[in-house]
């Protein structure tokens, strides 16, 4: 509980899957940069990662995934719903960017309802981590 008697939550990255590059077949990786929103009541914190640079991303199945990340988006009192958002794009240096499909999940009811892990495979076929072009994990914890 905070100071004002509200519940505390964490909303922590774990990992993102890219599942296409956006680049040409013979290129094996593009080049990354993402961009989270996170928001409950009025408290919205933004971040962009990584901090610097980008992250070489494969769509190979065997190189595809960034683990670990473990970066905390959001910390903070909880208000009647949260709204998580997350933002992809794939630099290019000889054309437009190409933006990764926009993730947006809102949570409302009981704050004890959002704890937990949400995953590509927690929630059957039609999961919305699970996106056209891009996987992602996050944990959100009652603090």
């Known amino acids: 509980m905070s100071e004002n008697g509200?519940?505390?939550i964490r909303v922590t990255l774990r990992w993102i899957q890219i599942k296409d590059n956006k680049e040409a077949m013979w290129d094996d990786?593009?080049?990354f940069r993402f961009r989270?929103?996170?928001t409950s009541g009025s408290k919205v914190e933004e971040i962009e990662f990584p901090e610097q640079g980008y992250w070489a991303i494969s769509d190979h199945p065997r190189?595809?995934?960034v683990d670990k990340i473990d970066k905390v988006l959001f910390e903070g009192e909880a208000?009647?719903?949260l709204?998580?958002?997350?933002?992809g794009v794939e630099l290019?240096?000889?054309s437009a960017n190409d933006h990764l499909a926009d993730y947006r999940r809102e949570y409302t009811g009981a704050v004890a309802t959002w704890a937990g892990r949400h995953q590509p495979t927690d929630e059957g076929?039609?999961?919305p981590e699970n996106m056209v072009d891009w996987r992602v994990c996050y944990d959100i914890e009652v603090v």
């Open 6 to 8: 509200g519940t505390l």
């Open 63 to 65: 190189r595809n995934k």
């Open 36 to 38: 989270s929103k996170v």
């Open 92 to 94: 290019d240096q000889m």
């Open 29 to 31: 990786e593009g080049e």
């Open 125 to 127: 076929s039609a999961d």
């Open 79 to 81: 208000a009647e719903t």
């Open 83 to 87: 709204v998580v958002e997350l933002f």
